[in-house]
């Protein structure tokens, strides 16, 4: 059987342009395709044998605020379950990750305000020259500043470009993180619903090379916060950015580690087909991939 895991980030109507969102409408239409040909379970029921039809979990990465607004209230209405992740920095340390930061940052700002910024920070022929992995991005201000942001300048550089703006605009971080993600009442509201609560991250960082450190830093802080606050154990894992550019290197060393630690599985952002629940690490294609969106097969 061809089981399948979806991979979903933002789910709202277009009116933030930082960010590409799946609109709710087309969700519910693939949630209808969806059920016509798949069983949806929890990653738990990938363990046991099954029906007739071949299974599909939905997966959420990141815990932004529409996925409880927009999608939860679609899938409790049908009665389906699904996976969402939590990222424990934000609560603990009121850190936003820099990836949501330059998210919102392009969200509330102009293209041209903010590069109007950035260019006086860094060198401006070599941002034009490097920017061409989002020549999608048909503005060139729009180019040039996720280039800046997301790979010019180091993790502290962009956090002192944007923090100052966003607080600006939310005046705290409370604020911001209220608005931004999904709160801990949600989350209490969702594992009623039936709702199932895995690890993300602490701090959304990409795989480092070192899994016991990896370990200490990023899951197992996280992985207490869920136990402190929902009172469950999380048994499942999807790693911030599905590893990064170490994903393979993690995909073999932090297995070992997170079943020592009581995890079931993790789910990759690696593209293909599961077999039940027959390897530790599951594969997941991008809701864009599937219909009535894309063709995956
Ligand atoms: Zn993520």
């Known amino acids: 059987m061809k089981d399948i895991a979806i991979m979903y980030h933002y789910v709202q109507a277009p009116g933030l342009k ?4 799946l609109h709710p409408d087309l969700f519910k239409k693939q949630l209808e395709w969806v059920l016509q040909q798949y069983e949806v379970v929890t990653p738990d029921q990938l363990g046991k044998p099954h029906q007739s039809k ?13 996925q409880y607004e927009v999608a939860f209230p679609i899938l409790k209405e049908k009665g389906i379950p699904a996976y969402f992740t939590l990222m424990s920095g934000v609560f603990e340390k ?8 330059v998210h919102a940052a392009l969200s509330y700002f102009s293209d041209e305000e903010i590069w109007d910024d950035l260019s006086r920070k860094v060198d401006v022929t070599k941002v034009a020259e490097n920017s061409g992995i989002y020549k999608y991005e048909t ?14 300048l180091s993790e502290e550089e962009s956090r002192s470009m944007l923090e ?22 949600e989350w209490r509201t969702m594992l009623k619903a039936g709702m199932v609560i895995g690890v993300h991250a602490v701090d959304h960082r990409a795989y480092t090379g070192n899994a016991s450190q990896f370990f200490e ?18 048994k499942w894992y999807t790693p911030a950015f599905g ?10 060393q932090l297995r070992p580690k997170l079943e020592l630690e009581g995890f079931k599985g993790g789910f990759t952002t690696i593209e293909g087909f599961n077999e039940g629940h027959n390897d530790f690490w599951l594969n997941r294609f991008d809701c864009n991939r599937i219909p009535p969106v894309g063709n995956f097969v």
């Open 139 to 152: 503005d060139m201000f729009r180019r040039y500043n996720k280039y800046a942001l997301n790979f010019f």
């Open 164 to 185: 100052p703006k966003l607080i600006q605009k939310f005046q705290t971080w409370d604020r911001f993180i209220e608005s931004y993600y999904i709160n801990m009442d």
């Open 217 to 234: 830093d990023e899951i197992k802080p996280c992985k207490q916060f869920i136990e402190d606050h929902l009172g469950i154990s999380p």
């Open 243 to 252: 590893g990064g550019t170490l994903c393979w290197a993690m995909i073999e």
């Open 94 to 101: 009121f850190k936003v990750p820099v990836v949501h930061l």
């Open 18 to 21: 930082g960010i590409h969102p």
């Open 54 to 66: 071949p299974r599909c979990v939905f997966t959420f990465d990141d815990a932004t605020k529409d």
